[in-house]
């Protein structure tokens, strides 16, 4: 891989992504509406485009190629085909962000549990589907219309200094000011994944052969009721848990949502451990 585009990098792990290709020598154009600034400098090319308009995009990337498109910024069956239209014989490989949300609750779940390639496909915006069905119509038109390597990265949620939905920030707020948390299901398990992880993730995959689904996260798992300990640990502060009354929580999850990394595992990524940075990324917080 010596170019890559980049849909939506300049934050999170987009810019975790971006910056482990520039470290590996890649040259890389970063495609965003250009809203908001980068902390890359020089060391990229910028495309101004609205990826959500197939006009904007063919006219971006007009007489390019690329060794492979990144794209965090695809969430139905249209933006895919969007992908599909334009860059077409443009690049060997695309690479997509996807989520754990394509699978109902379960444990140590599998690639196999969701299967895009025989998924109902329909044509879908995202607005007019929730989170989980627009991701899982983004996937089953890669894999039943592409004409190009296609990789899905499924992951959960991602954590990290940078984390600007703030949600495991809530519950370190909530204990700093010792306001009571909600949980329908305590003992209910999730896995994470790091930002750097997500990122570097991400650019190796991209250098394999492999291609379809691909479920990334941490090794281990935690209950909602050990995290509330963790942060109770980091923060000096008790947590009350409510399971009745129904505040505000990121992580109210009804049952135990985690994903097995077995195959990524298999491929050759070696993944971090969640017990060795999730209490450092906690105090980090907490200070």
Known sequence: MKTALVFGGTRFFGVNLIEALIDEGVSVTVATRQNSSDPFGDKVERLKV????????????????????????????????????????????????????VYDYGARMSEKV????????????KQEVTYQEGKRQAEAYFFQKASFPVVA???????????????????????????MVYFPNPDAEMCFVHQREAGNFLSWIAKTDFTGPVNVCANGYI????????????????????????????????????????KATKLGYQFTDLEEWLPELIDYLAK
């Open 153 to 179: 990265m499924r992951i959960p949620i991602v954590l990290g200094e940078e984390d600007y939905t703030e949600r495991l920030h809530h519950y370190v707020r909530s204990a700093k000011e010792e306001k």
């Open 114 to 125: 969701f299967d895009p390639y025989s998924y109902d496909l329909k044509m879908v915006d």
């Open 50 to 101: 609205d990826r959500f308009d197939e006009a904007s995009v063919r006219s971006a990337v007009k007489g390019r190629e690329w060794d492979v498109v990144f794209d965090q910024l695809c969430f139905s069956s249209d933006d895919a085909a969007i992908i599909q239209n334009a860059l077409e014989g443009k690049m060997k490989r695309y690479v997509f962000t996807s989520t754990l949300s």
């Open 223 to 262: 209950t909602m009721k050990q995290l509330m300990t963790l942060i109770e640990n980091k923060t000096g502060q008790a947590i009350k848990i409510t399971t009745e009354q129904q505040l505000e929580s990121p992580y109210a999850i009804a049952e135990t949502w985690t994903l097995s990394n077995e």
